[in-house]
């Protein structure tokens, strides 16, 4: 896809980063190979409860064993964690420490958490001094972690191999998050055999993010259009890019062919896992370097202010709005807004999301695509469908405008009244 037709900047340089990736079935028993390599002798296994219950975080132990490296599991980790699991989780790695390295088991939730384990073992201070601005100090990690391998076991997040890691502040009722390249685990190691156990509740979720990812990625603000920064300012999102643009069409295409199946199919469509785990690391690839804009700006208020939802397929102990949800309940409403800065990509991607899709108005034909896949694979109807009405767009906009790092990436940037109109219009998608 071309440079949308935009007033250039000076800005010429865009930047790219990845780890390396061992994918595939099976692809898990070979994290302790991979291990060894780095000389690690004590590692810390990072899951959450039901993750453990499944039994791979164990399976990874004992293969860790085998190469004589000495593995511990923590299993403690909150799904969507905050700040106090997250505070709790290091607590416990710097009592039972020192570690050598790490392997995160797990979704998004645990990816993150041992990041930020590995950040505050490896390194001086607390959380808040490293969280983004306003909320923390996004003070620059001095120095190099230790080796973390990650081993998603959800198609979604792509936390596997992007920089950032996300919490919610309990206190302020807001999740942002750390950002900074040398949280990049140092391999991804992604096994689509892993996921076979999702329910298709979480199923659903964790793709809806990844279709975010990508949508939001491939319409963000193109990197020639921003301000040219000094290498010291260069940030993790620099903005649409052509090689990021890549991964994110890649990963519609295959979101296209075997998202549904992979909802209703259960544990018998192997093929549908593994297109899935493709589309969420390549999406990964993308948006982890060019960024996401206004439906992951909205889903922090929404996850963080949440009263009483309880979702079918997660933990049912305190109420919540899972990432995957909260990102595409405001996303049709959103691209209709973004529509016009970047036209083509917009069409360009709905016709690789709903290949086969009616035409509609041009506006609407994203928006379209989107609401069809929701509603095929249940996705709760509106901010509505997770407990919200009209009432509450006032004390959800400041959440969204808090978050100025995603927005900044938006083709058109979006006032309070717009973010305001957005959630109002998206009490009911369909
Ligand atoms: N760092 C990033 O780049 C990034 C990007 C997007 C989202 N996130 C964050 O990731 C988190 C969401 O992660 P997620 O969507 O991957 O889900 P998750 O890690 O929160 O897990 C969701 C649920 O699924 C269960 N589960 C996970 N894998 C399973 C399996 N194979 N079989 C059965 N159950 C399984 C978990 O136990 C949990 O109950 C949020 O906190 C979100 O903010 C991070
Ligand atoms: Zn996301």
């Given amino acids: 896809m071309t440079a949308p037709d935009v007033e250039p900047t000076e800005e010429t340089i865009f930047t790219w980063g990845a780890p390396p990736l061992k994918f595939g079935a099976g692809a898990a028993d070979e994290v302790g190979f991979e291990l060894s390599q780095y000389g690690v002798k004590r590692v810390l296994i990072v899951t959450d409860p039901g993750i453990s219950a499944i039994g791979a975080p164990q399976r990874i132990a004992d293969n860790l064993r085998r190469y004589e490296i000495e593995a511990e599991i923590f299993d403690g980790v909150h799904v969507e964690p905050t700040d106090d699991s997250m505070n709790k989780a290091t607590e416990y790695a710097r009592v039972q420490g020192p570690w050598d390295g790490f392997v995160a088991v797990g979704g998004g939730s645990a990816i ?162 593994v297109d899935m785990m493709q589309a969420a690391t390549f999406a990964g690839m993308g948006f982890g370097n060019s960024g996401v804009h206004i439906p992951h700006a909205n889903a922090y208020p929404i996850a963080g202010m949440v009263r009483d939802y309880r979702p079918a397929g997660y933990p049912q102990d305190e109420a919540m709005v899972p990432h995957g949800q909260s990102v595409s309940l405001t996303a049709p409403e959103a691209f209709r807004f973004s529509f016009d800065s970047a036209p083509e990509r917009h069409l360009r991607a709905a016709a690789l999301l709903g290949p086969d899709a009616p035409s509609v108005d041009p506006a609407e034909q994203l928006p379209s695509v989107l609401v069809a896949l929701m509603r095929d694979i249940g996705i709760p109807n509106g901010i509505g469908g997770v407990g919200y009405t009209e009432d509450d767009v006032p004390d959800l906009v400041p959440g969204t405008m808090k978050q100025q790092r995603l927005l900044a990436t938006c083709p058109r940037t979006p006032t309070e009244d717009d973010i305001a109109g957005i959630l109002t219009r998206s009490v009911e998608n369909w």
């Fill in 112 to 273: 993150d958490t041992a990041k930020a384990i590995n950040l505050l073992t490896s390194h001086p201070g607390e959380l808040m001094d490293y969280i983004n601005k306003p909320i923390g100090n996004a003070k620059v990690p001095p120095g190099q972690l230790k080796p973390l391998i990650a081993v998603p076991t959800t198609a979604g997040t792509g936390s596997e191999s992007t920089a950032m890691c996300v919490l919610d502040i309990l206190s302020m009722k807001v999740k942002t998050g750390i950002s900074h390249w040398r949280l990049r685990p140092t391999l991804a190691v992604v096994d689509p055999l892993l996921t076979l156990t999702l329910p298709p509740e979480v199923t659903a979720a964790s793709g809806m993010d990844i279709v975010c990812h990508a949508l939001e990625s491939y319409t963000a603000r193109y990197y020639t259009t921003f301000e040219r920064k000094q290498p010291q300012e260069r940030v993790t999102y620099c903005g649409a890019n052509p090689v990021s643009d890549l991964w994110c069409e890649q990963a519609l295409t295959l979101l296209a062919r075997s998202f549904r199946t992979a909802v209703h199919g259960g544990a018998d469509d192997v093929a549908a896992r």
